[in-house]
């Protein structure tokens, strides 16, 4: 029996103790692979690519850091001096990310967030995270909020990957499906599973730059650069308008 109990987060806190877990992403259509793995989530910036590495250089003020894992990104920034705000959905997640001693880790998803969190000077989205937005009703509605939660200067600093680029006919049939169901082309529905674990299905978003525009217009948020090859996987900076 499948139990639904955090699966994510028994993998992550299974790596923290052991350095040695995997972990399969199971798509809708029954599309099955296994994911990054454990050491991605607890790498440090020496391993993080170039993109990352330049996106991160524009990162400025308090920061909200939307979908922690275990916590890299919020880790680094403090080391630079920055106040960070962190949040996921994972329990254990976040448990793992105060053992590694996160400053302010907290239980939450991105749709809870509001203006009890306080403002934000850039709210951070990498390790392929602008897939929160979840597609196009929800996205849209969590890009009004985060501009209501932000400062006149705020930026939203974000990593995706252009999912058109693939040459698989299952992923190119997906898109199609998207297409013809009214959805993103790159909205996918999955779930994720640690042996005995199954998390509840939820929605991702991957974006080419024509897809975000359609996503972003009338939110308020205009894009101001991107870095690394948006061919390939990417990081954004929005800005406001």
């Known amino acids: 029996m499948r139990t639904q109990a955090d699966s994510f987060g028994n993998f992550l806190m299974a790596y923290h103790q052991t350095q040695n877990a995997s972990d399969i992403i199971e798509r809708d259509d029954g599309f099955i692979e296994t994911s990054i793995g454990g050491k991605a989530y607890?790498?440090?910036y020496d391993d993080w690519?170039?993109?990352?590495?330049?996106?991160l250089s524009h990162v400025s003020g308090r920061v909200l850091d939307v979908g922690l894992g275990a916590g890299r990104h919020s880790l680094y920034l403090q080391e630079q001096g920055l106040a960070v705000v962190g949040i996921d959905a994972s329990p254990l997640a976040i448990e793992v990310c105060r053992l590694r001693s996160v400053t302010d880790a907290r239980l939450m998803t991105i749709e809870a967030v509001d203006n009890t969190l306080g403002h934000f000077d850039t709210i951070l989205m990498l390790g392929n995270n602008f897939g929160l937005f979840g597609g196009y009703e929800t996205g849209r509605n969590i890009l009004e909020t985060f501009h209501r939660i932000t400062t006149p200067t705020a930026q939203i600093i974000a990593e995706t990957l252009n999912p058109y680029t693939t040459t698989d006919q299952a992923h190119l049939a997906y898109h199609q499906w998207n297409r013809e169901h009214r959805r993103m082309?790159?909205?996918?529905r999955f779930r994720h599973r640690y042996r005995q674990y199954c998390d509840d299905w939820?929605?991702?978003l991957f974006v080419d730059l024509n897809d975000l525009q359609q996503l972003i217009e009338g939110t308020g948020w205009q894009l101001k650069m991107t870095f690394g090859n948006t061919n390939g996987q990417y990081a954004i900076c929005l800005s406001k308008q």
Not at 49 to 55: G, P, R, W, Y
């Open 42 to 44: 607890f790498s440090t």
């Open 49 to 55: 690519s170039n993109h990352v590495q330049e996106a």
């Open 185 to 188: 082309g790159g909205q996918i």
């Open 202 to 204: 939820m929605d991702y």
